[in-house]
């Protein structure tokens, strides 16, 4: 760790009189200087409290932005220092003084995003987001440089997702997030102008569309229950995960999947969702613990999971876990639509479908708190869209009691 402060130097007054802001840094008892391109009279200079007095006009402004290119540096010595790295001068001049700020590409930016998720384990988002850089470069360029993230070529950019790749506006949208996250991160090392950040109030607004939740009501869910599959099939264990998953308070099929049977302790699940790490448990419901039985009695002695798909995983090996897991929901949606086509439900049938129907059907069941802790979201309006079919039954009563019926 190293000692970072902001100095000027009598030994360096031009033949203006005015002498220059720097930037000293201290490791290993070497001091190295970065000059701010800032020249004050000595006069203002607070040698004491190292920073400029408020007697001269811009003293807020240059204090600031002092601050915030020592707080850059301490940020730099703690990351050598977890990875080990040697102190390079020339590297701070780069990323942190905006010395090259034209030399870092893009691509540059998404390969480091890219490998950190791989260092972290983030398999899930390692997948999605593999696709959204290769779109990016593909559309900029791998030699384009964060200047190029312009609001008006980002615009462009999401007019070319919609027209030429044909996303939808929801997954566009997931685009633009990773364009936001890289500039953000350029920032914060000192590669972009934050001056020139191309979201937010003056720039790209990033929203997502309102999107219908279409889930099962409780007689379709009845249909897939009295559905005669073959037990210990694919399709029978499909079902089964889609029950389980609704049954669990819409827990995500990702989530049912892990169960492990030292999950289940005293009539209760008790597990860490995959998505956010929160903890939390649920009742086993008699629902629930009927399909678990079903493979109770199927059990054998090196199962770990309540459901087949993972015991056979590596589970020392995160990236095991998750192509199993990818291979499993692809599997069960195959199955699902084939399923509640000979059920007799004309809805589309999909494994996130299981928690789609939990939050419609309990919408006028539970308050919408209520369904938030069982969903574990941070935000209640996300919670609130799982809800749309029940507000939708509300405004349709509105409706009917104003214009009446003919009835």
């Known amino acids: 760790m190293g000692y970072v402060k902001a100095i000027t130097r009598k030994a360096k007054v ?67 220092q977890e990875k080990k790295k040697s102190f390079d001068i020339e590297e701070v001049k780069a990323r ?54 312009t609001v008006t070529n980002i615009k462009k950019y999401k007019t070319y997702l919609l027209t030429k790749v044909k996303l939808a506006e929801r997954t566009a949208v997931n685009h633009l997030i990773l364009v936001r996250t890289l500039y953000n991160r350029a920032i914060r090392e000192g590669i972009a102008d934050a001056n020139l950040y191309p979201f937010g109030e003056n720039g790209v607004r990033i929203k997502f569309p309102d999107s219908q939740k279409i889930g099962l009501n409780l007689d379709e869910i009845k249909l897939l229950e009295d559905c005669e599959l073959e037990e210990g099939t694919t399709q029978w264990n499909a079902r089964n995960s889609f029950l389980l998953s609704f049954y669990l ?41 009927r399909i678990i039985n079903l493979y109770k009695v199927r059990k054998n002695k090196l199962d770990t999971f309540v459901l087949p798909e993972l015991n056979k995983a590596d589970i020392t ?45 309990s919408g006028d069941k539970i308050p919408v708190q209520m369904l938030q802790k069982l969903y574990r979201h941070s935000d209640i309006t996300t919670t609130i869209n799982y809800q749309q079919s029940f507000m939708n039954r509300e405004t349709d009563s509105a409706l009917e009691a104003v214009i009446g019926t003919d009835d």
């Open 317 to 361: 090996d995160n990236k095991d876990i998750y192509r199993k897991l990818t291979s499993a929901k692809s599997k069960y949606n195959k199955w699902l639509k084939k399923i509640a086509k000979k059920a007799g439900i004309t809805k589309t049938l999909s494994c996130h479908i299981a928690r789609h129907s939990f939050g419609i059907i």
């Open 96 to 149: 942190l003084f905006d010395k090259v700020i034209r030399n870092y590409t893009i691509k540059a930016m998404c390969d480091e995003f890219y490998n950190e998720l791989i260092a972290l384990e983030k398999y899930t988002r390692v997948s999605s987001e593999k696709s959204r850089i290769r779109h990016l470069l593909s559309f900029f360029g791998e030699n384009a440089t964060f200047d190029k993230l």
């Open 14 to 80: 031009k033949k203006s009189g005015k002498i220059p802001i720097e930037i000293r840094i201290t490791v290993n008892r070497n001091a190295r200087y970065v000059t701010l391109g800032i020249d004050i009279d000595p006069k203002y200079w607070d040698a004491k409290n190292n920073r400029v007095r408020k007697s001269y006009e811009n003293s807020v402004r240059i204090n600031n932005f002092i601050t915030h290119k020592i707080n850059l540096v301490e940020v730099y010595l703690i990351q050598i």
């Open 249 to 289: 308070a819409g827990a995500r099929i990702s989530d049912v999947l892990r169960i492990k049977w030292s999950d289940l302790n005293d009539g209760r699940l008790y597990y860490k969702m995959g998505k956010n790490n929160k903890v939390g448990s649920v009742k086993i419901t008699s629902k629930a613990e």
